[in-house]
T-cell receptor
């Protein structure tokens, strides 16, 4: 059974720092991996999607990498801003629809 | 519509009451998903529809949970005889679906319904 783990559970850093969030999964037979952002009282927003054949994806200040063989993904956030404060979740898919989620990393960027 | 809409945003139920949660997906989206998210946890898959057909209901925790999408658009998640352990945020998502292609399968989420059972 696929299990997804995110470390750390919470992270607080000063504005401007670069930071890395980690996601690990137990079964390397995945279809894709996604990183989502969740703001309080709002839905989940997809940030980046990495297909199983890809090694990384970039969007603005965000870069996500995928190493299927080791069952790891990282989300790198450059030059963090207070508006980046949110919970970040990763989810893996073993099919074209069902997502298995980590518990998330709660990120606080201090001004 | 512009996004996935869920109602109500908050629901307080007494233990034993029946509740119905509504989801309006993005217009034209074939696939619809329900998730349950407990406090401090990631979402857990409940069920999946393609148009009006419920193709996977393996995540529904008990026979008290029932979902429908009779006309292939709006969906309702019904919980009968609510229990305290049903307290959670219920998320609905939709995607274009309808075939292969990873971007057709990106899921767009509503803001959720927070259910509190007293």
């Amino acid at each position: 059974k696929q299990e997804v783990t995110q470390i750390p559970a919470a992270l607080s850093v000063p504005e401007g720092e670069n930071l890395v969030l980690n996601c690990s999964f137990t079964d390397s037979a995945i279809y894709n991996l996604q990183w989502f952002r969740q703001d309080p009282g709002k839905g989940l927003t997809s940030l980046l999607l990495i297909q199983s054949s890809q090694r990384e994806q970039t969007s603005g200040r965000l870069n996500a990498s995928l190493d299927k063989s080791s069952g790891r993904s990282t989300l790198y956030i450059a030059a963090s801003q207070p508006g980046d404060s949110a919970t970040y979740l990763c989810a893996v898919s073993a099919s074209n629809y069902q997502l298995i989620w980590g518990a998330g990393t709660k990120l606080i960027i201090k001004p | 519509g512009a996004g996935v809409s869920q109602s109500p945003r908050y629901k307080v139920a007494k233990r034993g009451q029946d509740v119905a949660l509504r989801c309006d997906p993005i217009s034209g989206h074939v696939s619809l998903f329900w998730y349950q998210q407990a406090l401090g946890q990631g979402p857990e898959f409940l069920t999946y529809f393609q148009n009006e057909a419920q193709l996977d209901k393996s995540g529904l925790p008990s026979d008290r949970f029932f979902a429908e999408r009779p006309e292939g658009s709006v969906s309702t998640l019904k919980i009968q005889r609510t229990q305290q352990e049903d307290s959670a945020v219920y998320l609905c998502a939709s995607s274009l679906g309808g075939g292969a292609g990873v971007f057709r399968n990106i899921q767009y989420f509503g803001a959720g319904t927070r259910l509190s059972v007293l």
